[in-house]
């Protein structure tokens, strides 16, 4: 189960304390949202870019779980060629919250 891996546990953390003593976020852009992965417990990748108060950028790429159905209709749409779900781009639900320098 790659929600519960100590490496990438240990990883995010390192970069959730380089924020926080960085002086929280000033810009958070989320960059990409993966495919969902995972039998019973569907999970996604999501990779975080966030500036920190002092100018430091730390990329978080936490893992995390989606609702069953979701996960599941997601990956059946795909499979089916459904046009709105199948020609959306995970780098396409890239957005920026906050101001960037």
């Known amino acids: 189960m790659r929600l519960l891996n100590p490496f990438r546990l240990a990883r995010n953390l ?3 304390h380089a924020i926080a003593t960085g002086g929280g976020p000033r ?3 989320l960059v990409r949202v993966g495919e969902p992965e995972g ?3 569907p999970s996604s ?3 975080v870019d966030v500036e ?3 100018g430091t950028k730390v990329r978080v790429e ?8 979701i996960g599941w209709g997601i990956r059946l749409a795909r499979k089916l060629g ?3 779900i199948s020609a959306v ?3 396409d639900l890239s957005f920026s919250v906050g101001s960037r320098s």
Not at 62 to 69: K, L, R, S, T
């Open 14 to 16: 390192a970069n959730l």
């Open 27 to 29: 810009a958070v852009h």
């Open 39 to 41: 039998l019973i417990v």
């Open 45 to 47: 990748e999501v990779i």
């Open 52 to 54: 920190t108060r002092d």
């Open 62 to 69: 936490p893992e995390v779980p989606m609702p069953f159905m």
């Open 82 to 84: 459904v046009p709105v």
């Open 89 to 91: 781009k995970p780098e």
